[in-house]
């Protein structure tokens, strides 16, 4: 039986974020019924030593239309290049723009404490955009209409598990994305480009065996599931009247809350 409809946005710096942290669990909110879209605020205009600016923006945008097609999800288009997600005034208007937008009733989106900016200052535009969905005073670019209604946000793990000083981040949530990890796999496969410059820059030849080793540690650390993603529910003040926990109510038994949460 489809739960209660729900809108879900999943938001992540550059294509391959949410294949890599938020795809799972994405996905089993659309097989609960959820309407789900998929922004990555960012173009990949700087994952290449060897394409023009022109080419790696144009074949990034290719790859993020077939990940988003295979997760049945509405793309949206990136407002920004890598390396400028900063947290100002400019880029809050129109990232809290889409989110006028999308009206979203929960939001997926990274960590705060990531070992890059771009993925921290995605975080924090997403936050301030959210918590200014309904201030009419407050003027989005290009304008968009407030809204008004409870939204619950979510945050995802850091890549790598860690923080930039390389402490572990703990998460409350536990999400079983067994049922679901070979469609996560395959969105990623559908970033080619990004295998082999993970493997120039970072040393991450193996693009999806790296996938495989943060969700299988994800699953070790729930201590009952094999594949899990993990997540952080954002505090509900300024966006809701309660610490209504939305991702364990529809999720129900795939969702393992933490005993300390």
Same mark, same amino acid.
């Given at each position: 039986?489809?739960?209660?409809?729900?809108?879900?946005?999943?938001?992540?710096?550059?294509?391959? *974020?949410?294949?890599?942290?938020?795809?799972? #669990?994405?996905? !089993?909110?659309?097989?609960?019924?959820?309407?789900?879209? $998929?922004? =990555?605020?960012?173009?990949?205009?700087?994952?290449?030593?060897?394409?023009?600016?022109?080419?790696?923006?144009?074949?990034?945008?290719?790859?993020?239309?077939?990940?988003?097609?295979?997760?049945?999800?509405?793309?949206?288009?990136?407002?920004?290049?890598?390396?400028?997600?900063?947290?100002?005034?400019?880029?809050?208007?129109?990232?809290?723009?889409?989110?006028?937008?999308?009206?979203?009733?929960?939001?997926?989106?990274?960590?705060?404490? *990531?070992?890059?900016?771009?993925?921290?200052? #995605?975080?924090? !535009?997403?936050?301030?955009?959210?918590?200014?969905?309904? $201030?009419? =005073?407050?003027?989005?670019?290009?304008?968009?209409?407030?809204?008004?209604?409870?939204?619950?946000?979510?945050?995802?793990?850091?890549?790598?598990?860690?923080?930039?000083?390389?402490?572990?981040?703990?998460?409350?949530?536990?999400?079983?994305?067994?049922?679901?990890?070979?469609?996560?796999?395959?969105?990623?496969?559908?970033?080619?480009?990004?295998?082999?410059?993970?493997?120039?820059?970072?040393?991450?030849?193996?693009?999806?065996?790296?996938?495989?080793?943060?969700?299988?540690?994800?699953?070790?650390?729930?201590?009952?599931?094999?594949?899990?993603?993990?997540?952080?529910?954002?505090?509900?003040?300024?966006?809701?009247?309660?610490?209504?926990?939305?991702?364990?109510?529809?999720?129900?038994?795939?969702?393992?809350?933490?005993?300390?949460?």
């Amino acid at each position: 039986m489809r739960e209660k409809s729900l809108t879900v946005i999943a938001i992540g710096a550059h294509p391959d *974020d949410i294949e890599f942290m938020m795809a799972g #669990t994405l996905l !089993l909110f659309a097989k609960r019924g959820a309407d789900i879209h $998929m922004w =990555n605020i960012a173009n990949g205009c700087l994952g290449t030593d060897s394409l023009s600016k022109d080419e790696i923006v144009s074949l990034r945008r290719k790859e993020a239309i077939m990940s988003a097609s295979e997760a049945g999800a509405k793309l949206h288009d990136p407002i920004c290049e890598d390396m400028s997600i900063t947290y100002d005034l400019e880029l809050l208007k129109r990232v809290a723009s889409v989110i006028r937008r999308v009206k979203p009733d929960v939001l997926l989106i990274p960590s705060l404490h *990531d070992y890059m900016e771009d993925h921290i200052n #995605t975080a924090r !535009l997403v936050v301030s955009a959210a918590f200014a969905r309904g $201030m009419p =005073n407050f003027k989005t670019e290009p304008p968009v209409e407030p809204f008004n209604k409870w939204v619950y946000l979510y945050h995802a793990m850091p890549y790598g598990l860690t923080d930039s000083l390389r402490r572990p981040i703990k998460p409350t949530i536990f999400v079983n994305i067994e049922g679901v990890y070979e469609k996560k796999v395959s969105m990623l496969s559908k970033h080619k480009s990004q295998s082999e410059w993970l493997e120039k820059s970072q040393g991450k030849g193996a693009y999806i065996a790296f996938l495989e080793e943060m969700c299988r540690e994800m699953g070790r650390k729930s201590g009952r599931f094999s594949l899990a993603e993990g997540w952080t529910m954002h505090s509900h003040l300024g966006f809701s009247a309660s610490e209504k926990n939305v991702m364990k109510e529809v999720l129900g038994e795939l969702c393992l809350v933490s005993e300390f949460y």
